[in-house]
Structure formats: C-alpha cells, structure tokens
C-alpha cells in the first residue's frame, strides 16, 4: 500500500498542505485576536487557533489521500500523549506540525512552516515543508533527492576554513543542562545561534544557507521532515552517540545535523566534550 502510494502522483500531498495553509493559517496572519492564543506550557509556548484549525484540515485530507493511514500531530499529542504510540505501529503514520514557528507566527514574522512528513515503521520515507508566508515549498523522497520549487536542492559543503554558522535550540526553551549540552559550541570557528522554526533551519540547511543545527528536544513533529530534506538534500545527521536520529524517541541528546557528514563528526566531537 505505502509503496504504491509513494510510487504514484504525490502532487495532491502538496496541494493538500497548501490548502490547509490557505484556509486556515493565512488569512489568520497578523489578524490573531488574543484569544486566539493560549499559553500550552509557559509563555515561550503557544498555541493558537490557526494551529488547532489547520491541523484538523490536515488530518482529514491526508488520511484521505491514503486509506488506511493514520496522523500524529503537535496538537492531538498535546491533547492525549497516547496518540505517540503510533509511530510504533503498522500503519503508515502523516506526522504533522501545522504551524512550526507559532511563536513568529504570533509575532507577525513570516518565519514560520507547515511540516509533514510520511513514516512507516519508523522509518520518515517522504517530507514537506511549505512556509506559507514565503510560498516556498520544499518536498523530499527517500531515495530520490530533494526539491525546492521544483529545483533539486543540495547542501553542498561548507568552506574550508571558514566559520560555521549552527542554529542551536533557543534558550527560551531550554533547561540550564541543555545549554551546558550545547556549551561545547561556544568555541574558536564556530557561531551558534538561537533557532527559529525548526524547519525552515532544516531548509536553510538543506540549502547551503547553514551549516549545521543542533538541537536537544525530540519531538518528531518538529524533526522528521527537515532530517529526510537535509539527508536527501546530501547532508546528514547523529546523535550525540553516533546514533541515527529515531523518530519515535529515545535519543541520546542533543543531535546535529549538517551540510556533510564531515560537519557532523566535528560537531559531534564538540558536544560530546560538553556533555
């Protein structure tokens, strides 16, 4: 079922992510009334109506589009945690998030992304990532290279000898043991900064625009299409052990990933002596 799906027309994937985009968060762009948004768990951690909204309409077309497939989102998670375990399952799973960047997209930034990727067995085998504001529109397939626009993309390498440019997680929302996790950044040839949404920095990746992430959170929602675009895009990721990065849980944190697999070994050496 999964392979013949992915084999056919996947065009009505994008077009089902852009019209969830179109009638649920765009024409809520900078008209969020305050009720709109709720606090989920602290002020660095929002929701809004746009999120909840598109990711219903997302629910609905996906698993439309293939019988039989099932949806872990952001929202449905926050609602009831057991939702998770499907990733675990038989059935191939649309993991969804409807507004990455809620905060930017509160702010009035066009900084933010609607993220889907397609798994089954655990195992993340299409992505797209659309920034609704930017009309960009990146789309990965395993095996089969990734594409913004219609343009393949490729990450390249970074120079040698130059500075490298890493998006880190933001100290918003992390713990006083995850900074000192990502402490060993702070060092000669290298430049962390705090991440935006977590998927337009897997695009900027993707791109030859950043070198490297490196993140400390795991939720899957936030990762698995940006790791398929960076890896079909010829970049690569690991774990702080040298792991694979497992959508369904249980990494050793935090992870990077990079333009080359030559920029994850350094990163990686760098965390594992702040760890």
Same mark, same amino acid.
């Given at each position: 079922?999964?392979?013949?799906?992915?084999?056919?027309?996947?065009?009505?994937?994008?077009?089902?992510?852009?019209?969830?985009?179109?009638?649920?968060?765009?024409?809520?762009?900078?008209?969020? #009334?305050?009720?709109?948004? !709720?606090?989920?768990?602290?002020?660095?951690?929002?929701?809004? !109506?746009?999120?909840?909204?598109?990711?219903?309409?997302? =629910?609905?077309?996906?698993?439309?589009?293939?019988?039989?497939?099932?949806?872990?989102?952001?929202?449905?998670?926050?609602?009831?945690?057991?939702?998770?375990?499907?990733?675990?399952?038989?059935?191939?799973?649309?993991?969804?998030?409807?507004?990455?960047?809620?905060?930017?997209?509160?702010?009035?930034?066009?900084?933010?992304?609607?993220?889907?990727?397609?798994?089954?067995?655990?195992?993340?085998?299409?992505?797209? =990532?659309?920034?609704?504001?930017?009309?960009?529109?990146? !789309?990965?397939?395993?095996?089969?290279?990734?594409?913004?626009?219609?343009?393949?993309?490729?990450?390249?390498?970074?120079?040698?000898?130059?500075?490298?440019?890493?998006?880190?997680?933001?100290?918003?929302?992390?713990?006083? #043991?995850?900074?000192?996790?990502?402490?060993?950044?702070?060092?000669?040839?290298?430049?962390?900064?705090?991440?935006?949404?977590?998927?337009?920095?897997?695009?900027?990746?993707?791109? @030859?625009?950043?070198?490297?992430?490196?993140?400390?959170?795991?939720?899957?929602?936030? *990762?698995?299409?940006?790791?398929?675009?960076?890896?079909?895009? @010829?970049?690569?990721?690991?774990?702080?052990?040298?792991?694979?990065?497992?959508?369904?849980?249980?990494?050793?944190?935090?992870?990077?990933?990079?333009?080359?697999?030559?920029?994850?070994? *350094?990163?990686?050496?760098?965390?594992? !002596?702040?760890?």
């Amino acid at each position: 079922m999964i392979d013949q799906f992915l084999a056919g027309d996947l065009s009505d994937v994008e077009e089902a992510v852009r019209k969830a985009a179109a009638a649920e968060i765009l024409p809520r762009f900078r008209q969020l #009334a305050d009720d709109d948004i !709720v606090e989920k768990n602290g002020p660095h951690d929002l929701v809004t !109506v746009a999120d909840r909204l598109a990711e219903e309409h997302l =629910t609905a077309s996906l698993t439309a589009l293939l019988p039989g497939s099932v949806v872990v989102g952001e929202e449905a998670v926050h609602a009831d945690p057991s939702v998770l375990a499907a990733l675990g399952g038989d059935a191939p799973v649309w993991i969804v998030d409807p507004v990455d960047g809620t905060r930017q997209f509160v702010h009035g930034e066009d900084g933010f992304a609607t993220l889907v990727a397609l798994a089954h067995r655990g195992e993340v085998l299409a992505s797209w =990532t659309y920034a609704p504001a930017l009309d960009l529109m990146a !789309v990965a397939l395993r095996g089969q290279g990734a594409r913004l626009g219609g343009e393949p993309l490729r990450a390249g390498s970074p120079t040698p000898g130059e500075v490298l440019t890493v998006a880190i997680s933001h100290y918003d929302f992390t713990t006083e #043991a995850e900074q000192r996790a990502l402490a060993g950044l702070n060092t000669e040839g290298v430049a962390p900064r705090p991440c935006g949404s977590a998927g337009l920095e897997y695009l900027n990746v993707a791109r @030859g625009r950043l070198d490297a992430i490196a993140f400390s959170w795991e939720n899957p929602w936030d *990762h698995a299409a940006g790791l398929l675009l960076v890896a079909e895009a @010829g970049g690569a990721s690991a774990t702080v052990a040298g792991q694979p990065f497992r959508i369904a849980g249980g990494n050793a944190l935090p992870f990077t990933a990079a333009r080359d697999a030559a920029t994850v070994r *350094h990163i990686l050496g760098l965390l594992a !002596v702040a760890g």
